[in-house]
């Protein structure tokens, strides 16, 4: 983030895109070594020397910040420390404000002169005289310093990325915060429903968001905490995204599905086949109360979606029983909704999982798909009357305490939406 720019975006990111932008130029001069304090500049002549000393460019660069007569000269002194890049920053006063006391316009830098048409060598000499420097602190912002303080070698490749998260509820919206603080480079958010009263336990967004929609509120949030990034949303459902904007689809480096809309990631699923599969699609969905959690990847090959979820969206293999009614939704009063009452932490081990399986995805596309799944502690889910399905106990068997995260295959089945497309690539 060194160009004027970037530099333009980032602030207009933070404050707003009516905040107005003023830069100044500062020199940065990088050092072979770092320099021990006796050999920091303590004057304006001493700095000048040292811009001398590492060469040409460097000097010409800091004469030439020098030759606007700004109010001070901003230096940026970098170097290769044992923790790897690291700057300082000196300011050389202009040589008018000395004592803290503004001179008059014309002096001393201009004095005999007309403003800005003072010679150059003398002007140098002024400001580049006896007077002390000020050191400052240097406080990055940049992408590489927020995400691993320039030690995170993920970083280059998340910054190159785009995600497309559709459905930006208590699923979809914890992971799209994830990625974001992971450094995901662009991130569209796609949600056609607003924030209401009820969803706000189990949301990143809280009462100041209520009636807003989804996709644009988070949006707006996670591009102001994260200005370097590039965050956009569509007030949309998943049907009009394919009929409108497929173009986005088609190019991104990850589509996360988390609507629990069967009907519609179904379409999605469809169209994925269609397109030949090029990217991976990351679906992800909760089991009652959160006990259960499941992230399916479907790469290039394997099983599409559909290879293993029934016509009505039901998983051929689920986690968890409830004998005994325990996961019959509660009612809300006079509307009809439906709702189960676990609260964010419950949550927080499935989107975490999710969100996971989408670094994975980001990092190392899969060639082919997988299934990962989250299984909350036996004493909860006892606590809350369910048990391990047969079939898991069958597959996977069980543990006598403590979380668990299980990663199986999604073979192909050759189903109803693949299985026409895979015989045709066959022949």
């Given at each position: 983030m060194g160009d004027q720019e970037s530099l333009v975006a980032w602030i207009r990111h933070r404050f707003g895109d009516k905040t107005p932008v003023k830069t100044e130029a500062a020199a940065f001069l990088w050092l072979e070594t770092p320099p021990l304090p006796c050999d920091y500049p303590e004057t304006a002549a001493d700095l000048h020397l040292l811009a001398e000393r590492i060469g040409k460019d460097a000097k010409a660069v800091l004469e030439e910040v020098a030759g606007h007569e700004p109010d001070e000269v901003l230096t940026l002194l970098g170097a290769i420390g044992r923790g790897g890049a690291a700057l300082i920053g000196v300011k050389a006063p202009n040589p008018k404000r000395r004592n803290g006391r503004p001179r008059a316009p014309d002096e001393p830098l201009s004095v005999g002169f007309r403003p800005h048409h003072t010679p150059q060598p003398l002007l140098l000499r002024r400001f580049?005289?006896?007077?002390?420097?000020?050191?400052?602190?240097?406080?990055?912002?940049?992408?590489?310093?927020?995400h691993g303080r320039g030690q995170d070698p993920r970083t280059r490749c998340l910054l190159g990325a785009t995600v497309v998260i559709i459905g930006c509820g208590s699923v979809g919206a914890p992971v799209a915060c994830a990625l974001a603080q992971a450094g995901v480079g662009r991130i569209v958010m796609v949600d056609p429903e607003t924030l209401g009263w009820p969803n706000v336990s189990r949301h990143p967004l809280g009462a100041a968001d209520v009636g807003r929609n989804k996709a644009e509120a988070l949006a707006q949030r996670l591009q102001i905490d994260y200005p370097h990034l590039t965050v956009e949303h569509r007030p949309?459902?998943?049907?009009?995204?394919?009929?409108?904007?497929?173009?986005?689809?088609?190019?991104?480096?990850?589509?996360?599905a988390a609507t629990g809309?069967?009907?519609?990631?179904?379409?999605?699923?469809?169209?994925?086949?269609?397109?030949?599969?090029?990217?991976?699609?990351?679906?992800?969905?909760?089991?009652?109360?959160?006990?259960?959690?499941?992230?399916?990847a479907v790469g290039a090959d394997g099983g599409c979606?559909?290879?293993?979820?029934?016509?009505?969206?039901?998983p051929d293999l689920t986690v968890i029983d409830w004998p005994?009614?325990?996961?019959?939704?509660?009612?809300e009063p006079a509307c009809g909704a439906h709702y189960q009452p676990y609260g964010p932490v419950e949550l927080a081990y499935v989107t975490a999982m999710i969100a996971d399986a989408a670094m994975d995805c980001l990092l190392d596309p899969p060639a082919q798909s997988f299934n990962r799944v989250f299984v909350a502690s036996p004493r909860r889910?006892?606590?809350?009357?369910?048990?391990?399905t047969e079939?898991?106990?069958?597959?996977?068997?069980?543990?006598?305490?403590?979380?668990?995260?299980?990663d199986r295959a999604w073979t192909s089945t050759a189903c109803a939406a693949c299985g026409a497309k895979r015989s045709d690539e066959a022949a």
């Open positions: 580049f005289g006896a007077l002390p420097v000020m050191r400052t602190h240097v406080h990055r912002a940049d992408a590489d310093w927020v949309c459902d998943l049907h009009q995204l394919i009929a409108q904007d497929e173009d986005l689809l088609a190019a991104t480096d990850l589509i996360v809309n069967w009907v519609a990631e179904s379409a999605l699923n469809r169209w994925h086949v269609a397109q030949g599969r090029p990217r991976p699609i990351l679906y992800g969905w909760t089991e009652a109360h959160a006990c259960a959690g499941h992230a399916v979606l559909q290879c293993h979820i029934g016509r009505t969206g039901v005994e009614g325990g996961d019959a939704s509660l009612e889910v006892a606590a809350l009357g369910g048990r391990l079939g898991w106990r069958s597959a996977f068997g069980t543990v006598a305490q403590g979380v668990r995260t299980v």
